[in-house]
Structure formats: structure tokens, C-alpha cells
């Protein structure tokens, strides 16, 4: 099984869901009890921001360890530029199986959810995916999805449906002894919001688009605890860095409200639009905390890599993220370079 130095990683985003959208931070009608129970058992940022107001640059930021403008994606519906080097592809080449489920949004396609191509010049396989069961946009109830170029229909919630898929991912990794590298970008809560009945029964009084858009997030937090679960039952939670964010800032005209007391949302460089609910979850090398070192989805890539010992080589000379890695262990201090931020001409920078 994977230790520190080589563990199982999963990465996990939410599609639109604000900061304030969480019941850790006291949402006043949202309860997300899995979300809770994996804020209070990991590293939790109270500072953390997506790499941009939009999600397509966002995913980019993830998988390049650099601001959007850099990769290409200058907005939603961006392409990533082929010659750009992934945080998937590095890991292939260090010997771990890759895999992707859910929303992928970097291959220039605009509009509503799709499956994806075989042969799409910028899918997650061209990026560095072994597997993949992707859609190019939002996607939720009963979605149709593309399992490497085969398309299938799926019955259900879409958050549920790509948790079970990457399970029996990583529960195959895992009994061939190999670590996993495991991608899983909801669809949820972007609109259009479809949730079940069931899952619309707690908010009654609200207008009709805020019960369906609650109704997704208490999907997608269940499918948050069954993640948990399913790595506990594989025996690989221990060995697993487990992380959570959201793509970009809540959205306007959901009742009671979805960024807290943060100003701005989706598409503005105001902290609406950029701060995101973040925890890392790795419970054989993270005591559980808070945090309100500045952080952001940047990092991810120079924080993965100095934990496997990456070549200087599995990324592109300039990343304008930071390695958090000392940061599991304590806090570490200022913040040693800006977090930069770029959307459709206007910029930003945020420093400690």
C-alpha cells in the first residue's frame, strides 16, 4: 500500500460552490455533515482561493501549478494548451495509475455538459489520464458520460455516480498495489440545478431554483461521506491525501445566500468570487487544525510534487504556486510570493 512519499491522492471540486456554502461555516438552512466531519479530522483553510472567478481556468490552475493566463484558459471554454505539462501526466511517469471522473471543461467546448470524443485533441487523456468517465461541462441528474470515448447513460445523482465509479478505481490501484491518482470534479451545484425530491425536502420554503441548488450540494456532501467510507473499507485512508475545494466563488440569486459575508461572486476578482471552502484530509500525516495561511488551488501541483519527490522536470520552469507541504506539519510563516489572479482583463494579487 501507498505511504508518505508515494500515497494514494484524490482530488476533489465542487462546481460553484460558494464559501459560505457549508454547514462548518454556519450556513443558515445548508447542512453538509460530511463535509464537517472531514473539516474536523483534516487541515482545514479558512484562506484558500481558486485560481480564478470561472472554472475552466480553475482546472487548469490545478493540473499546471499556473495562472490561468499562462495555460491558455483565459476564461470558461478555454482550451489548454497542448504543450502545457500536467500534475496527472508527472504522476504517470512516477509510476502511479490515473484517473478521471467527472467534469473537465478543458478542451474549449462551450454550453452544456457533453461527452467527450475519443479522439478530442485536448481531453483528460491527451493531459495524462489512464481512465477516464468525463463529460466537458456541468452534468447532474442522469447523466450521459463518456467512458474514454464510450458513451453510456447513467440513472441517478451525478456526484453519487462518479464517487462509485472512482472507487472501484482506486479499490483496483490499491489491490494491484500500485498508488492512484484519482480526479473527481463534480457538476454540482452549477445551474442548471436538477436534484431528487428527497433531496430538496429541507429547504420548503425557499423559492424553487434554492431548494434544487441545496438539494445538489446535499448530494454531493453524501457522496463526500460515501468517498470516505469507501477509502476506510479499501484500507487506504491512513495513506491517502484527500482534497477538497470548490472551482470559484458562490452565486448570486440563491437564497439565503452563498458566499457568507464575503463581497462579490462567480466571475468577480472581489473574495466572493475567489475564496473557496478547502480541506486537506491525510490522517497518517495531518494532525487536524485550521489555517488561515493564504493558499490556493496553484499549490496543489508544487505540494504534490515535493511530497513524491517529483523531477524538477514534471512541470514547466515557472509555477506561480508555492509546495504547503511544510504547512501539514505547522504553520510556516508568510507567504513567500503573491497569489496572482487574471479574468477577462482585470487583475489582481493577493498578498498575506
Known amino acids: 500500500l501507498a505511504r508518505a512519499g508515494n500515497p494514494h491522492i484524490v482530488l476533489v471540486m ?36 481558486a485560481g480564478a472567478p470561472v472554472c475552466s481556468p480553475t482546472r487548469a490552475s490545478v493540473l499546471t501549478g499556473r495562472a490561468n493566463d499562462r495555460t491558455g484558459v483565459e476564461s470558461h471554454g478555454y482550451a489548454l494548451r497542448l504543450q ?3 500534475l496527472a501526466g508527472a504522476l504517470r511517469a512516477a509510476g502511479y495509475a490515473t484517473g478521471h471522473f467527472g467534469k473537465w471543461h478543458l478542451d474549449g467546448i462551450r454550453g452544456p455538459g457533453v461527452p467527450i470524443l475519443a479522439d478530442d ?15 466537458t461541462n456541468f452534468f447532474d ?3 450521459v458520460m463518456s467512458r474514454g470515448g464510450a458513451f453510456e447513460e447513467f440513472r441517478g445523482d451525478s456526484s453519487e455516480i462518479i464517487v462509485g465509479e472512482a472507487l472501484e478505481f ?22 442548471p440545478f436538477r436534484a431528487s425530491e428527497a433531496d430538496c425536502e429541507g429547504f420548503p420554503s425557499l423559492p424553487p431554483a434554492s431548494q434544487q441548488h441545496y438539494g445538489e450540494l446535499v448530494a454531493m456532501d453524501r ?13 487506504i485512508a491512513g495513506q491517502t491525501l484527500l482534497w477538497f475545494n ?22 468577480s476578482l472581489y473574495e466572493g468570487g475567489l475564496r473557496v471552502p478547502a480541506i486537506v484530509e491525510w490522517p497518517d500525516e495531518i494532525e487536524p487544525r485550521i489555517t488561515e495561511f493564504p493558499a490556493c488551488t496553484m499549490d496543489i501541483f508544487p505540494t504534490i510534487a ?47
Open 246 to 267: 470548490s472551482d470559484n466563488g458562490g452565486l448570486p440569486k440563491i437564497e439565503p445566500g452563498t458566499v457568507g459575508s464575503l463581497r462579490g461572486f462567480k466571475g
Open 141 to 143: 441528474l442522469d447523466p
Open 84 to 86: 502545457e505539462k500536467t
Open 170 to 191: 482506486i479499490r483496483e490501484q490499491a489491490a494491484a498495489g500500485k498508488p492512484s491518482f484519482t480526479v473527481i470534479w463534480f457538476g454540482s451545484p452549477h445551474s
Open 14 to 49: 465542487a462546481d460553484d460552490q460558494g464559501y459560505g456554502e457549508t454547514g462548518y461555516y454556519k450556513h443558515p438552512v445548508l447542512k453538509t455533515p460530511n463535509l464537517d466531519a472531514m473539516a474536523a479530522s483534516g487541515l482545514r483553510f479558512d484562506r484558500f482561493y
Open 306 to 352: 515535493e511530497i513524491v519527490d517529483l523531477p524538477a522536470e514534471a512541470s514547466l520552469s515557472v509555477q506561480d504556486g508555492i509546495s504547503l507541504r511544510g504547512l501539514f506539519a505547522g504553520e510556516i510563516g508568510k507567504r513567500p510570493k503573491p497569489i496572482p489572479f487574471r479574468h477577462v482583463g482585470r487583475s489582481a494579487l493577493i498578498d498575506n
Open 223 to 235: 457522496s463526500l461521506g460515501a468517498l470516505r467510507v469507501g477509502l476506510r473499507e479499501i484500507g
Open 121 to 135: 485533441p485536448h481531453g483528460p487523456g491527451r493531459f495524462g489520464f489512464d481512465r477516464w468517465l468525463s463529460v
